[in-house]
């Protein structure tokens, strides 16, 4: 049987909503698109001398929609709740998705997609935690609740820009990933290289 966090990164046998049992509608509609977006990496970069970059585009789109949501509608609607106050952990999701949005800008490369890739492990748990940003949106009135959903899946698409490579990108980058905690990961090894 395999494990869970197994079964998040084979696209092929996503969560579904049953797994996720006893979860409110934002946790669930929210940690629904994580697996998306996880399959959408994991297809992308499933051949080992290629990245598919139709899919990786995609992936590219649905991510950068996946952060707007969060940073224009969930967090707002948890800081209205508190009387103004920010969630003590919206500063680093903030971080994260700055960093995650920025390695969104250069071409993919195997270290680049590893690092996006550690991201969000690290992230995604972050938000679908217990005490989580989902689980605490999850507790809103059911009125705000409500117009929260709707904004949700009215949130527009949004499109991708062209790739660029250029030094002021790479210092954006390092600087984004340095803020967030984080470096370009080491590029992963193949395993006809491995000792
Ligand atoms: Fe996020
Ligand atoms: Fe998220």
Same mark, same amino acid.
Request: proline residues 7%.
């Given at each position: ?23 409110? *509608?934002?946790?669930?509609? %929210?940690?629904? !698109? /994580?697996?998306? @977006?996880?399959? $959408? =990496?994991?297809? #992308?970069?499933? +051949? ?39 969630? *003590?952990?919206?500063?680093? %999701?903030?971080? !994260? /998705?700055?960093? @995650?949005?920025? $390695? =969104?800008?250069? #071409?993919?490369? +195997? ?85």
């Amino acid at each position: 049987m395999p494990r869970q966090t197994d079964r998040i990164h084979d696209g092929r046998d996503r969560m579904t909503v049953a797994d996720r049992e006893g979860s409110g *509608p934002l946790t669930t509609v %929210l940690a629904e !698109d /994580h697996r998306r @977006l996880d399959a $959408l =990496l994991h297809s #992308a970069s499933s +051949a080992a001398d290629h990245i598919d970059q139709a899919v990786y585009d995609q992936f590219r789109a649905g991510l950068l929609r996946h952060i707007g949501m969060e940073e224009k509608l969930l967090l707002p609607a948890v800081q209205r709740w508190r009387g103004g106050t920010p969630l *003590p952990i919206a500063a680093k %999701l903030r971080l !994260d /998705h700055s960093a @995650l949005a920025t $390695l =969104l800008m250069p #071409a993919p490369t +195997a270290q680049i997609l590893a690092t996006i890739r550690q991201i969000l492990s690290d992230h995604n748990r972050l938000e679908e935690g217990q005490d989580g940003l989902y689980a605490i949106c999850d507790r809103l009135p059911a009125k705000e609740m409500e117009s929260l959903l709707a904004a949700l899946r009215a949130a527009p698409a949004v499109r991708v820009m062209p790739h660029s490579d250029s030094p002021a990108v790479m210092k954006t980058l390092e600087g984004a990933l340095g803020r967030a905690g984080y470096c370009l990961e080491p590029i992963p090894m193949h395993k006809e290289d491995e000792p």
